[in-house]
């Protein structure tokens, strides 16, 4: 059974701080991780996705993945009021097309 | 752009009525979901989708169905809609391949009474 952990949070963090969102996984089968935001009443969209060890930044966020300790995770700098969302880990396997989504982590940035 | 429909954004239905939920995409993507979520509990997956007429049960296919007749229509279909059917309802597609992220649909807000 693969499973996705997250922290349900909320993660409350200051206007300009940066917000560290984690995940962590089962399965060392484990191969594409990706990022959704998922905005109140609204549906999941991409923000990043990683498939090698190591950082990969775009503009303000930067997806880290650590293979051997099995996690992701996602940093959102300088973060606006406007990244208030819950942020889900999702990863798909090399034998499925069907991604395993975390439950979520909720985000609130306070001005 | 990418663009996954869903037919309706709010839907009110009566507790043992037929309830199909429709869903269009316009990216020629093979794979189709159906995703249902509910406060705490995630992203559930109801049905999947690999191919015309081809279709796997999720994580909790009890009290649905689905049609793919069409490679960009996936229809889900609550045979007689429940209490506890009472959910959000999300459609996504993707391409056949594990780097390909998921795209979604706006949702059903589907309200059973």
């Known amino acids: 059974q693969k499973e996705v952990e997250q922290n349900s949070g909320p993660l409350s963090v200051p206007e300009g701080a940066i917000a560290s969102l984690n995940c962590t996984y089962s399965?060392?089968?484990?191969?594409?991780f990706f990022w959704y935001r998922q905005y109140s009443g609204k549906s999941p969209e991409l923000i990043m996705f990683?498939?090698?060890?190591g950082d990969k930044e775009d503009g303000r966020f930067t997806a880290q993945l650590n293979k051997a300790s099995q996690y992701v995770s996602l940093l959102i700098r300088d973060s606006q009021p406007s990244d208030s969302a819950t942020y889900l880990c999702?990863?798909?396997?090399?034998?499925?097309?069907?991604?395993?989504f975390g439950r979520g982590t909720s985000l609130i940035v306070h001005p | 752009d990418v663009k996954v429909t869903q037919s309706s954004r709010y839907l009110v239905k009566r507790t043992g009525e037929k309830v199909f939920l429709e869903c269009v995409q316009d990216m020629d993507h093979e794979n189709m979901f159906w995703y249902r979520q509910d406060p705490g509990l995630g992203l559930r997956l109801i049905y999947f989708?690999?191919?015309?007429?081809?279709?796997e049960k999720g994580d909790i296919p009890e009290g649905y169905s689905v049609s793919r007749e069409k490679k960009e229509r996936f229809s889900l279909i609550l045979e007689s809609a429940s209490t506890n059917q009472t959910s959000m309802y999300l459609c996504a597609s993707s391409l056949p391949n594990r780097d390909s992220p998921l795209h979604f649909g706006n949702g059903t807000r589907l309200t059973v009474t």
């Open positions: 399965d060392r089968g484990s191969q594409s």
């Open positions: 999702a990863l798909s396997t090399g034998g499925s097309y069907i991604p395993t």
């Open positions: 990683i498939y090698s060890n």
């Open positions: 989708s690999y191919d015309v007429k081809m279709k």
